[in-house]
């Protein structure tokens, strides 16, 4: 193989099928009461992202022009980024800008596999299905992560601000399956150092966020992200990468560290980095309905969980749990 890699087209089946991985069927919640504060639809599709950095086309197609001034989105489906020594590109959205209804419908028949299934998906429902596909790349000492999501909300594309709800929910700490996540976002003043400066636009913004993360009682992350938001009449992209201007020693450095038993941290050992970013897009039919996808590359030590798929298990249940936030949230009257 080459050092180059590409999305294949095969999702994650259920065991003892071919029906593409959807969660979940319109059932009772398995865990109704809310663990956590009250989120913004940032910060649940975050938690995804944070982790991951979440029938797709081939990467590296052209950009649509009102997201081109967009970098990492850029980098994302161009140029890739490095993990394990392979540069990683990620696929380009399903939705353009311009497609009619039946373009649309037919672009995502090819992620839920039948007419139902996407009917489905498409439903105005918190509890509506998903789809997802993880894949590997395994190398020495280290997997490459590959996750593709898909699922529909409800909600009005031209009231969602990124930056202003980042800035807004900056410093409070999500805690889901086993794991905490905390955002923060850095000021001009942290930034300086590094030489990176935001931007802040109604059409493009830019900023950067210290994640800190524990993973399962055994491995504590830091990384600190680049975020950059582009949008236009019909989509909104937000595209996230780990920055290496801080890969060197610092206090927003990339690192992890292990936990032994008693939660004591051992030394720190550099990131190997990630890539993701979701694209909000807005649907004829059903009206009021966004379809979002997220596409995401990472890549994980062997060292974190000597190469078993114990993070990779969490995925689903992740997605499920911040999906269904999401909705909720959105879902609740705006003063």
Not at 32 to 51: E, G, I, K, M, S
Not at 52 to 77: D, R
Not at 203 to 230: C, G, N, P
Not at 293 to 302: I, K, M, V
Request: neutral net charge; contains cysteine; hydrophobic residues 40%.
């Amino acid at each position: 193989m080459n050092g180059s890699l590409r999305w294949d087209d095969e999702p994650s089946v259920r065991p003892g099928t071919k029906a593409p991985l959807h969660h979940r069927p319109d059932r009772p919640e398995t865990c109704p009461r809310d663990r956590c504060n009250r989120h913004d639809w940032t910060t649940c599709l975050a938690v995804f992202l944070v982790l991951c950095g979440l029938g797709a086309q081939p990467a590296g197609i052209a950009q649509q022009p009102a997201h081109e001034a967009n970098s990492v989105y850029a980098q994302a489906l161009s140029d890739g980024v490095k993990l394990a020594g392979k540069n990683v590109t990620l696929p380009a959205p399903l939705l353009k800008d311009g497609m009619s209804a039946d373009q649309q419908r037919a672009a995502m028949l090819g992620v839920s596999g039948s007419e139902r299934a996407l009917d489905d998906l498409l439903r105005d429902s918190v509890t509506a299905p998903f789809v997802m596909k993880v894949h590997d790349l395994k190398t020495d000492g280290v997997t490459v992560r590959l996750v593709d999501l898909w699922f529909v909300v409800r909600s009005d594309l031209a009231a969602l601000d990124p930056m202003k709800v980042a800035a807004r929910t900056s410093g409070k700490a999500v805690e889901v399956a086993n794991m905490r996540f905390e955002d923060r976002l850095l000021t001009s003043e942290e930034l300086g150092p590094s030489g990176r400066s935001t931007l802040s636009g109604r059409d493009r913004s830019r900023w950067y966020a210290h994640m800190k993360a524990q993973l399962l009682d055994r491995i504590e992350l830091e990384a600190t992200e680049e975020v950059e938001a582009s949008r236009s009449g019909e989509s909104l992209v937000i595209a996230t990468r780990t920055d290496p201007a801080f890969d060197a020693t610092g206090p927003f450095a990339n690192r992890w560290r292990s936990l032994d038993p008693e939660g004591h941290p051992g030394t720190d050992q550099p990131i190997g980095g990630s890539i993701s970013y979701a694209s909000i897009s807005r649907l004829v039919q059903p009206e009021g309905a966004l379809l979002v996808e997220a596409h995401a590359a990472f890549s994980e030590p062997e060292a974190w969980f000597q190469g078993a798929p114990i993070l990779r298990s969490k995925f689903a249940p992740i997605a499920q749990d911040q999906i269904r936030r999401l909705r909720r949230e959105l879902r609740k009257p705006r003063p």
